[in-house]
């Protein structure tokens, strides 16, 4: 049994790690809400720019494009878009889990994030580069990612392109989900509401003209929206480990909270039976010298 002074000891040491995990816990919830309203707020443009864009390549009449092109494939590339901190959870463990489905020795990763360059280098798998971002990323960040990625696809290093990253469901859910980023094509892993409207376009009889060429600006139109995919890619990873970390705060904080309220009860117990021990010991001394 631990003596009072180690039990204070042990109160005051978890009491310390309380406070940080609470003072974490506050830092994440505030980045938390500002990430999850940029996701929020980004998700219906990207949305309706993917309408366009899929709308646009079905009314183009004899139209072929690079990024449109589905080969077979021998090699591919994977965007592994994890946290550059731990303590979110399970967060890095899903995504991790979700890329090893993947053949080493023939896919090549693309990591965005320390934790997931750590693990690419753990794990002695294929770097092909490694980025970051920032706590609130910024379009800047994520067009050098679909850059790199669009310019392997079209020198033919890799033959599609995928890409798994944590989606935001709400604050206690985040989804490891594996997303198709070229060749474009219909995103059949993610449901994308307003999307069900291009069975449509197969009866529609309106005529389309391009100005100045099809080529022209369907180019412009997958260049953009590819882009916007992989921003949308990093605010829903930096909602989700957000998300991840100010829940893994709490509860840290709650067992530690519970951890103190029973050693505090048993440093009392023992407490309150050194005392009466002493009074025994000192009333059984006193009918002695009687």
Same mark, same amino acid.
């Given at each position: 049994m631990?003596?009072?002074? #180690?039990? @204070? @000891? @042990?109160?005051?040491?978890?009491s310390s790690t309380a406070q940080i995990t609470r003072a974490m816990q506050m830092v994440a919830s505030s980045k938390m809400r500002k990430a999850q309203q940029s996701t929020l707020l980004t998700r219906p443009f990207a949305q309706l720019l993917y309408r366009i864009q899929r709308h646009a390549a079905t009314q183009a009449h004899d139209f072929t494009h690079p990024l449109l092109e589905v080969r077979e494939v021998r090699k591919r590339a994977v965007i592994l878009v994890g946290t550059d901190k731990g303590l979110c959870g399970a967060l890095n463990t899903n995504l991790f889990r979700a890329a090893q489905q993947f053949d080493p020795a023939t896919t090549v990763f693309i990591t965005v994030g320390k934790r997931a360059a750590q693990f690419i280098?753990? $794990?002695? @798998?294929?770097?092909?580069?490694? =980025?970051? =971002? $920032?706590?609130?990323?910024?379009f800047a960040e994520a067009r050098p990612i679909a850059n790199f990625a669009r310019n392997m696809f079209l020198k033919g #290093?890799?033959?599609?392109?995928?890409?798994?990253v944590s989606r935001f469901v709400n604050t206690l859910t985040q989804m490891a989900v594996t997303l198709q980023f070229l060749p474009i094509g219909e995103i059949n892993e993610l449901k994308i509401p307003g999307a069900e409207g291009e069975a449509r376009s197969s009866v529609d009889t309106t005529e389309y003209i391009f100005e100045p060429s099809p080529e022209a600006v369907l180019s412009f139109l997958f260049s953009g929206y590819l882009n916007i995919f992989m921003y949308r890619a990093l605010l829903e990873a930096k909602a989700s480990e957000q998300s991840a970390r100010m829940v893994a705060m709490k509860n840290a904080t709650d067992n530690a909270d519970g951890l103190i309220k029973d050693l505090t009860l048993e440093y009392n117990k023992l407490r309150q039976g050194n005392i009466t021990k002493e009074l025994l010991e000192i009333a059984g001394g006193q009918l002695g010298n009687d």
């Open positions: 631990a003596s009072p002074r #180690e039990l @204070r @000891r @042990r109160i005051k040491s978890i280098a753990r $794990t002695r @798998r294929q770097l092909a580069a490694e =980025f970051t =971002f $920032t706590d609130t990323p910024r #290093e890799v033959d599609e392109v995928k890409m798994v």
